[in-house]
């Protein structure tokens, strides 16, 4: 893949990582397919590290969860301390493809009730990433595509300069109001086209063009089972 090199296997760099943060609603066409407005300043939450799953071999939907939902994201490790007015490109050393899976139902039940959204978000298994690669330099993520396909049919492609806030507006963010320190990930936002997965879909991510992870969805049996 040009411009991107292999840094480490996904099962090698789970155990290292130290905080989960995502961005919400930070494409317009994902907010407006959701009915959300969009946010003036970055929506920050966070995945408990029990969410954390390889895109590889077969990957388990929780039970009693009807209404699972895939949204494919340009992960960014940090490697280096963060501050604020850090720059992506003085931080970030390495990026995944992600899906930040979303129990729909239970999301907007808890925003009509105005509670959070960790038990819709940061269920076991609900952070899927690839492996991590390297980049020549910082605009080659900048430029990169992103593509998720279920069952051979495209569901959605992203771009970063589709983003709502841009890679360095939220590092500089979640650096300012959280700490950003190396083994943290974030999850940057997903564009339009999320949509449900079950048990038996088979799942590719691509980036720029590229198959980097190819893994089916199965059932658990037992809520919450750690593998």
Known sequence: MENFTLWRPVQAVLPDVRNILCVGRNYRDHASELGNSVPTEPMIFGKFTHALAAAAGTVLLPPQRSVVHHELEIVLYIDKPAAAGSRAEEVVGAIALGLDLTD????????????????????????????????????????????????????????????????????????????????????????????????????????????????????????????
């Open 104 to 227: 729909r139902e239970a999301q907007s039940r808890l925003k009509e009730k105005g509670h959070p959204w960790e038990f819709a978000k940061s269920f076991v298994r609900s952070a899927i990433l690839s492996d991590f690669y390297r980049f020549d330099t910082f605009d080659d993520v900048q430029r990169s595509t992103f593509e998720l396909l279920v069952n051979g049919s495209s569901r959605q492609v992203g771009e970063p300069r589709d983003m709502v806030f841009s890679f360095d507006t939220l590092i500089d963010y979640c650096a300012r109001h959280f700490g950003l320190r190396p083994g943290d990930i974030l999850f940057t936002g997903t564009p339009a086209g999320v949509g449900p997965l079950k048990a038996g879909d088979d799942v590719v991510m691509r980036l720029n063009g590229e198959d980097i992870a190819l893994f089916q969805m199965g059932q658990a049996n037992i809520e919450g089972v750690l593998e």
